[in-house]
């Protein structure tokens, strides 16, 4: 196993002698039993989060909102239950240094902690320096340490570095930290695109075509977004270069229905009906075809890639109902993935594996979300009887899906572990729907 | 091969707004044709004419086959096109609100190109008629009852 502590490399960080000196496997052993733990589904792992200590007074204002981030930031990846700090925590030695001070491991233990992590805070001019340790509770046994250096005016990217470091030292993979959703907002009866960080924060228009522009789809490097407009009263295709600003228009006869980048590739595929028939081909990001990838009568639509970027779901009626199959891309064998109900559709494959969530409409007319695996077992229904429930996208680490439901009146955004749990709302103002949440930044 | 495109840069075209409007706004479409002069008087009386007799057809939930009143109504529009060749149409396809949005889009142009199909086969130029879908974006009735949804599942025609 590749240790989880390897992928440090933008941050200076500092080694403890001792810690240098212990094998690293006795490191991956203990993360491989949170792991296991959290994958069961039974528990979270018990974490104490002390409140970043300074030395002066003026600087208590960025200690409490680097406070707020991590805690909102870590409460947010459900990886964790957080955790009352013991009174007597620190029992003696320099306070405002890290690795000089003692931590009292039976206070922690007593309290049900199995992980403590706290760190001091210093301000030199308009950098902050965060010093940060993460100690095993159960053994005393430091797990990481290290120093974050920031600008004093962005707290948040200061604390979701951390956040970043601890959820990566516990599942061994990039946390959700620092990706973004694509959505859309409805204002004034106008439906427009708008991009925010993970947890909403942050929201900033991306289109501004007046009237109506749907389903955003954000390329795996989170630099091209692809959506449909109705700029000129008819749906073009459109793909903005984020960065740049540019964008390229396909405004070829017909419907343009649902992109969706294909993952490995900088290509997209979409569903286009100039040909007579809605078919979806794979597209160029200059708008040009590379080929068209289904044949057959019925509506075929929302492709989404494994991935490996090899094999596509997508939703057909070519049976009558819609339903969800999935191609071969090097074989162009088809195989139909959903059976149960009259109307699946919206499938969305895990970045991560080979789970697919897609939505189905129930008989009483609600839509829910369900995962299965892509061999068809393991199906696994995430939401009910909430309404409407709709337009699944994984978390770029595939712990997550954000969706969109009328649970609560007007549709919103809402994200849930992987698992159904922890349903909560993003607490966007407005109506939004048809999230799309990148890869990594 | 159908590898001809038409990729343009973003550019909004003035005479492609009209197209865009929606059974809920056509009723201000009539000033953008009056102009002074009794041919166009006439022009804008023929349009007047056109709203009232070329008429909307329904579909049934998940559908875009023609019901019989869907065909009558389609009969009586194709005859008035025939004999007033001056007037071109728009159909929008439409959905209620049940389902997914983007299967919708699909649905709705499936609506508007069976739509054109049986005009064309009952003697209308296809030129005439241009489609497009709007899936469940722009409902007919805002309501949630099935009252609203059988008005919301249509093609519109957009007379111009």
């Known amino acids: 196993m590749k240790s989880p502590l390897m992928p440090f490399s933008k941050i200076v960080f500092i080694l403890l002698c001792c810690f240098a000196l212990m094998p690293s496997t006795l490191f991956g052993e203990s993360v491989k039993e949170y792991v296991k733990i959290t994958k069961a589904g039974a528990d979270r792992i018990p974490l104490v989060l002390r409140s970043v200590d300074v030395e002066g007074s003026k600087d208590a204002q960025y200690a409490k909102g680097i406070d707020k981030v991590i805690k909102n930031g870590l409460a947010f990846t459900g990886l964790f239950a957080i955790l009352n700090s013991p009174m007597n925590l620190i029992s003696g030695g320099e306070l405002y240094q890290t ?53 004093r005016e962005d707290t948040r990217s200061l604390g979701h570095r951390f956040c970043d470091d601890l959820v990566r030292l516990f599942t061994g993979k990039p946390s959700i930290f620092g990706s973004k959703i694509a959505y859309v907002s409805r204002r004034n009866g106008k439906k427009e695109i708008y991009l925010a960080d993970y947890d909403g924060y942050g929201e900033v228009p991306v289109t501004s075509t007046g009237g109506l522009a749907l389903t955003p789809a954000l390329s795996s490097d989170g630099r091209q977004l692809a959506y449909l407009t109705y700029t000129r009263g008819r749906p073009d295709l ?19 229905i649902d992109p969706a980048w294909r993952n490995g590739s900088m290509e997209l595929a ?51 109902s819609p339903q969800v199959f999935i191609m071969d891309l090097n074989s162009g064998t088809t195989k ?13 494959w895990s970045p991560v594996n080979d789970k697919i969530a897609f939505t189905t409409m129930q008989k009483n007319g609600e839509i829910d979300i369900f995962i299965v695996n892509a061999d068809g077992t393991g199906l696994k229904q995430l939401t009910y009887r909430a309404r409407q429930n709709e337009a699944p996208s994984w978390s770029p680490d595939g712990t997550m899906i954000v969706f969109s439901s009328s649970r609560g009146g007007a549709s919103k955004l809402y994200v849930m572990n992987a698992d159904g749990r922890n349903q909560r709302s993003l607490k966007l103002a407005g109506e939004q729907m048809q999230p799309c949440w990148s890869s990594f930044r | 091969m159908l590898l001809c495109w038409v990729i343009a840069a973003f550019s909004v075209s003035g005479c492609g707004s009209k197209s865009s409007e929606t059974a809920l706004d056509t009723d201000s479409g009539s000033e953008q044709y009056a102009s002074s002069g009794s ?7 023929l349009l007047e004419e056109a709203r009232r007799m070329v008429k909307d057809v329904f579909f049934q939930y998940d559908s875009a086959e023609l019901e019989s009143d ?23 396809g439409h959905c209620d609100e049940r389902g997914t949005s983007e299967y919708n889009i699909a649905l709705g142009e ?51």
């Open chain 1, 99 to 151: 690795g000089k001070r003692q931590i009292n491991f039976p206070a922690l233990s007593s309290v049900g902690a199995e992980v403590y992590a706290g760190g001091v805070l210093k301000r030199k001019g308009k950098t902050l320096h965060m010093d940060m340790e993460v100690y095993d509770a159960l053994t005393g046994k430091l797990l990481m340490r290290k120093l974050y250096e920031g600008n």
């Open chain 1, 238 to 256: 459109q793909i903005k270069d984020l960065s740049r600003k540019t964008v390229v228009s396909v405004t070829r006869k017909g419907v343009k």
């Open chain 1, 270 to 320: 979409t569903t286009f009906s100039f040909d007579g028939n809605q078919e979806i081909y794979l597209v160029r990001k200059s708008g040009s075809i590379v080929r068209r990838l289904t044949r057959d009568r019925g509506i075929d639509l929302s492709p989404s890639f494994s991935p490996d970027g090899r094999y596509m779901s997508f939703v057909s009626s070519r049976h009558g």
């Open chain 1, 336 to 348: 139909r993935l959903t059976f149960d109900g009259k109307y699946n559709t919206q499938p969305a």
């Open chain 2, 39 to 45: 041919d166009s008087a006439s022009a804008s009386a």
């Open chain 2, 70 to 92: 869907a065909v009558s109504q389609l009969k009586n529009n194709a005859e008035w096109l025939n004999q007033n060749r001056t007037i071109s149409a728009m159909i929008e």
């Open chain 2, 110 to 160: 499936k609506r508007a190109e069976t739509t054109k199909s049986f005009l064309v086969r009952a003697g209308v130029a296809a030129s005439r008629l241009e489609t497009v879908s709007f899936g469940e974006e722009r409902p007919f009735d805002s309501g949630h009852t099935e009252a609203a949804w059988s008005k919301n599942r249509r093609a519109h025609f957009v007379v111009k």
